[in-house]
């Protein structure tokens, strides 16, 4: 096959078939995204209704709850009617307010309500209450027994044809009167709510095309984009919406049948999130708008995809035939150029960048890939550059690592010899203290009838005494360090409170010994996890270091620090001589010390260990400038408080 016939399907199969795949993907997704926005805009729609009737009713009924502050049960029966008009003018939405007997469900006093609407400011956005029968249908849906036994209820909707508009009963439990055997007697004070405004709100939806309606927990219209299917209460249980409202597992708001694409109509829901029962029943707001109308958009792009695949493949032929004839001649000049440059590449051995010279080639996109090859051996060898870079800087963060690695190691190392010494010491001290306290015992005896023995004697008794105690020391050490605090119930702690309870049991010692203290603490620190006893006792231990460490004076410096709201820092720093590098991996031991003439025994550290690793913890020290001394460090992680919400 000739060059031009390849080079000619080959611009067919490059300019066509891209046109046509991206073409119908272009669709495909068009569709998709114009679908996910009209759902989007459906499910914010059903978002903003959700929260709206949930206002509505629910902002109705707490502000009901306010009535219990008008004292009706103070108040003498003449007065009472004017309290429940207070009620009635709290909120324009409400038609009519009684007050029941929360035993007996009789009237306390006369229901207040307006037959027609009267033109006091106050009333006049009221809606009437024209009949005896709308009194009655009122009274027949007020939640008495559950207003009695939760405090506050919702009635079950309902709708009045004749007023025109749906309807719902609110109720709530009030103080009421003692009875003649001092037993009080709750009130309970309901009002009929009109959901016309509502309604009102969901029949605007028709101007942007949607379909809207609110149900209840029995799957029945409440409010509705038609109101006379909110006058019949129409039970829409099986519409898609709905059953994604009452499907406990299906989320609060979202979009149903979205990838459906023989459905109708496009769905979107949000539940009344205040409004459910323990059995995942909730009343809900489902939005429809018809798919048809939602993707229009999508069948005049299909047209316009169409058009330009046909001028494509027209366009493709013709400008094949005449790219095809000047496509030969040059590729005959590149592959001189490609001949030459593997010649040059041969004879110069790494010279890749020489230039070849291609004149016959012109400024085309095939004279620019001649010239290509010109800066191929130039970018070769940038890439060498950036690779050996690269592998520098990979050595250095393996290093990084490794000295990480190690440190973890060191501290895993630690706490196995931490735990085997536990173990040990626990045994030792043990078979230690009934000899020992046999010998003191025996000492102490010894000294008490000194008098009835040689004095040349008692020197050595009190140094059996003295000794022996200091065995006993040692030995209660041991044990601490090898009690399990880890049953020990932890609380929340503030770190700075332990900081300032340390410095304060500390302040005279430090004082005496010329020490000045800088405390650097942050205002603002998450608490952390622990026991406070525990953690102030390694507070104390560092602190006592630092200042051992100065005996001439010095500066003791604590901060405390958070790192990015997850790790909580203390930080003790002295200005001592520091630690030698070779007591580095030795500090944590028990009886390791430098100080051995001053009564120290070698404890300290290794009790701080054990308390930090005890509460998931991590001490570092930092000892190797001899100028600044020694810098422990604690890190913690940190916790927050379980928040409740009412």
Sequence with gaps: MRLVVKVLLVLLLVAVVPVTVSGISGVLLARRAIAEAAGATLEAEARHLAELAETTILGSLDDLKQASLLGLDRLQPPERPGALWLIYRADAQRTAVVLLDGVTGESVTDPVFQEQVGSDPGLADHEALPSKSALDQFAEHIPLAEAMKAGKAIGVPYADPGRGAPLIALAVRIPGPVDVDGKARPWIVAVELSLRRLNTRFEETKDEGLRAFLVDLDGKVVCHTESAQALSRTDVALNPGVEALFEPRSPAAGVVNLDVADDRALIAYARLGHLITPQGRTWGVVVERERAEAL???????????????????????????????????????????????????????????????????????????????????????????????????????????????????????????????????????????????????????????????????????????????????????????????????GTVDVNVLVDGALALLARPIIAARIAVKKDLASVLPRIRGRPADLQQALLQLVLNAKDAMPEGGTLTVRTDSVDGKLVRVIVEDSGPGIPPQNLERIYEPFFTTRASKGHKGMGLAVVHRIVEEHGGRISVDANDRVRGAIFKLSFAATRDALHLV
């Design 296 to 490: 229009a958009a999508v069948d005049d792009l299909v047209r316009r995809v169409a058009f330009w695949v046909g001028a494509a493949l027209v366009l493709a032929l013709l400008a094949g035939l005449v790219l095809a004839q000047g496509v030969v001649r040059p590729v005959e000049v590149l592959t001189g150029v490609v001949q030459s440059f593997a010649k040059r590449s041969k004879v110069s051995g790494s010279e890749l960048s020489a230039k070849v010279r291609a004149p016959g080639l012109g400024s085309d996109e095939i004279g620019k890939l001649a010239l290509a090859f010109n800066g191929m051996a130039d970018e070769i060898d940038e890439y060498g550059r950036q690779l050996r870079s690269f592998n520098d800087e990979l050595q250095h963060k393996v290093e990084e690592r490794t000295r990480d690695l190690k440190e973890a190691q060191n501290q895993l190392i630690q706490s196995q010899k931490m735990a085997a010494l536990g173990e040990l010491g626990a045994g030792v001290a043990h078979e230690i203290n009934n000899p020992l306290a046999a010998v003191l015992g025996s000492a102490q005896l010894a000294l008490l009838r000194s008098e009835r023995l040689d004095t040349r004697v008692r020197p050595y008794l009190e140094d059996i005494e003295r000794e022996g105690l200091r065995i006993k020391d040692i030995v209660e050490s041991l044990l601490q360090l090898s009690q399990d605090q880890s049953q020990q119930v932890m």
